[in-house]
Structure formats: C-alpha cells, structure tokens
C-alpha cells in the first residue's frame, strides 16, 4: 500500500495505541496494507526487539507510586523503574505509574509477570485443567487444558491483564501500555514489584 | 495531693500526651503526687488494663494509608484496624494512621511488634550481643547482651520506636500513640501490618 493512501486517523490512532513515532506508525500502516491491527502487531514485533536491546541498560531509577480507593479499604504500592532520573520526573512515566496502580487496586493481579508464578502452582493449575477436560477426545486434551492455562495467567498476571479502564485504554494489555510507556520515554521500563492491601483480608 | 491543687495545664498536657479522658487525668494526678510522667505511667498501665480488655474485641474494621515521600523515591502501605467503619472515619484515628505511614517512611522498622521477630533472628543477635561483651566479667554479660537487644529491638520493631516527628510526638513511641488513638476513639486500635518501597533496594 503506497504511504499516500494512508488516512491520517490511522496514523493518529496507532501512536495513541502503541506510543510510536510518526515515522514507525506510518510504516508499519504501509507494510500492513492499511490494517491498523496488522500494524500494531508488526511494531509490537519490533518494539519487542528495540526493548529486548534495551533490556541490557539497567533500570534502577524511577518511582515508588501508591493509590487508595476513595474508601480507603484497598491501597496499591507500586516501584516502576526507568534508566535516568530525568524520565522518572516524566509526565508519560508518571502517567503510566497511576495507571498502573490505579489497575492493581481494581483487578488484585497476583504476579507482574509468567515468570514470577511458581512452578509448582503452574503445574497443580494444569493438572486441574487437564482433568476437567478428561470427558473430551484424548488428542485435544492437552490443547484445551493449554488454553485454560492461558486464560488463567492472563487473570492473575499484571502484564497479561486487559487495562481495566476500559474507556481509556481500550482492549490494552498493561504490557502494551508498558511497551508504549517504554517507547515514549526511550528508556526501558519495569514494572518492579507491587504488593495490594484490602482491608480485613487474610 | 489533692485534687484542687492540680493545675489545669498538667491536666491538659497529659490528655495531649495519652490521649486519656479529663477525669482520668486528674485521677492519675493526683495518684502521682503532681508528676506528670508519673501519671503517664499510672495511665498506662490502667490503660494497658483496658485495652487488654479490648484486645478480645475484633478489630476488622479501619483503613489502608499510604505514603509515598515528595521524591517518590520512598512509599509506605499500612493496614490500621479498628472496630467498627465509624471510628474508621473518624479524624483521630486518620491522623493516627497518617502519622504511623509517615513515620515508617523515615524510620524503615523491620516489623510491627517483638512478637513478629523470628525466633531464629533474635537469638542469633543475642550470640552476637554475647560475644560483643566477652571482656566483660562474666557475672554481667548476660545483662548486658539483654540490654543491647532491647536497644536493637528498639530500632528494628515499629511499636517500639519513638516518632520521627519530635517536636509533634516528643519522645512518644508509636505503641504510645497507638494506645493514644484506642484511648480517643475507645476502640481497639491495631497496626495490622505494612509494606515499605525504597527504590532500587534489593
């Protein structure tokens, strides 16, 4: 698709969603023949290798960020760290560092990321899933079982959870906002740590 | 001494100071022969009286406080129960918790009370202790170690600390002004547990 045919909209669209340059957007518009779903994939692709390069360069700056629900029942601390000191004082960063406390508080993620869930409760949760499809043919068992374990980590993983501000960050994973965040600032970002209190829990 | 001779600034000052109701005061005045820190220990100890009384009553109720210092280099999340959602709003028992979260901010205690420190931790600095005094005649070393976990205990333990902020809570310990906040609001008041960011800390 020639760069002439591409509307504006879409161009404007694809920075709002995926924090891009101008430049990046528009190429990835042309590349992906227009389709503006197409084209986050193919700069997710290569953001992922642009954040993969930066993952080397230590993130120990950043910002310790709270949130209190208006109740004061359930409270959310949070440490996202970026590279420089000068991004911490960032509007983006901070913007993303509320967002993302303001999320935990809602949706009680468990873990930030796959990684930080252990073994073992990976391996009980598959055993689980495995059973419960016990009833279906023996040949696609572990592919059912395989999909309810994706379903499960994208409940209780942060980075695989949906923004649960729905009007504002429409169908997006915290770890595209993330990777926006990241692109934005030019620095890589990490979500730390987070720990979630509701009052009178266990 | 009698009651007519207490003067109404001491009586003042020991409300300010525990938290306790006027008559109360008045009464431990006079017990204590006019000295004021006298009559904080005689309010202690009934006050202890009380809240061991109280201490059978749920504290489920409260509210989640948070922290985070002007740098967002340093945040605090605290849980403080109380009994019932009406104490929760009230502002003494909000001041409390504002106070406590600050002052964890600053002081960075390890754990809420002496009851939380493992067992294992505290004898190990108890060997320590024992064997910092080995040049001391042997009759006495038991003495001193016990005196220098007290001190570390001091340091480490939240109760046991005394407010960062001295000119608003002098020398008062936060078990002070906890027992202040369950004497005001009649409730019992219990810090519940809390968690504390520094940036970048392992």
Same mark, same amino acid.
């Given at each position: @698709?020639?760069?002439?045919?591409?509307?504006?909209?879409?161009?404007?669209?694809l920075?709002?969603?995926?924090?891009?340059? @101008? @430049?990046?957007?528009k190429?990835?518009?042309?590349?992906?023949? /227009?389709?503006? =779903?197409?084209?986050? !994939?193919?700069?997710?692709?290569?953001?992922?290798?642009?954040?993969?390069?930066?993952? /080397?360069?230590?993130? +120990?700056?950043?910002?310790?960020?709270?949130?209190?629900?208006?109740?004061?029942?359930?409270?959310?601390l949070?440490?996202?760290?970026? &590279?420089?000191?000068?991004v911490?004082?960032?509007? =983006?960063?901070?913007?993303f560092?509320?967002? $993302?406390?303001?999320?935990?508080?809602?949706?009680?993620?468990?873990? $930030? +990321?796959e990684?930080?869930?252990?073994?073992d !409760?990976?391996?009980?949760?598959l055993?689980?899933?495995?059973e419960?499809?016990?009833?279906?043919?023996?040949?696609?068992?572990?592919?059912?079982?395989?999909?309810?374990?994706?379903?499960?980590? /994208? !409940?209780? $993983?942060?980075?695989?959870? &949906?923004?649960?501000?729905?009007?504002?960050? +429409?169908g997006?994973?915290?770890?595209?906002?993330?990777?926006?965040?990241? +692109?934005?600032?030019? !620095?890589?970002?990490?979500?730390?740590?987070?720990?979630?209190?509701?009052?009178?829990?266990?």
């Amino acid at each position: @698709m020639a760069e002439a045919t591409i509307p504006a909209k879409d161009v404007k669209e694809l920075r709002d969603r995926t924090g891009a340059g @101008m @430049m990046d957007c528009k190429n990835a518009l042309v590349e992906a023949d /227009g389709v503006v =779903d197409k084209a986050i !994939e193919i700069l997710r692709v290569k953001g992922q290798a642009q954040a993969a390069k930066r993952g /080397g360069r230590t993130a +120990s700056e950043g910002v310790i960020q709270s949130y209190v629900h208006a109740t004061g029942k359930i409270g959310v601390l949070v440490e996202i760290n970026c &590279e420089t000191d000068f991004v911490a004082r960032n509007e =983006d960063f901070q913007e993303f560092a509320r967002d $993302v406390a303001l999320h935990i508080a809602a949706a009680a993620p468990q873990y $930030v +990321s796959e990684d930080d869930v252990p073994e073992d !409760e990976r391996q009980r949760e598959l055993r689980i899933f495995e059973e419960q499809a016990a009833d279906k043919p023996e040949n696609v068992r572990p592919k059912i079982a395989e999909g309810r374990l994706r379903k499960w980590l /994208g !409940e209780i $993983v942060l980075l695989n959870q &949906e923004h649960v501000n729905t009007d504002k960050h +429409s169908g997006q994973t915290i770890e595209d906002l993330r990777a926006a965040a990241a +692109s934005k600032t030019g !620095e890589n970002v990490v979500i730390r740590r987070f720990t979630r209190y509701q009052l009178g829990e266990e």
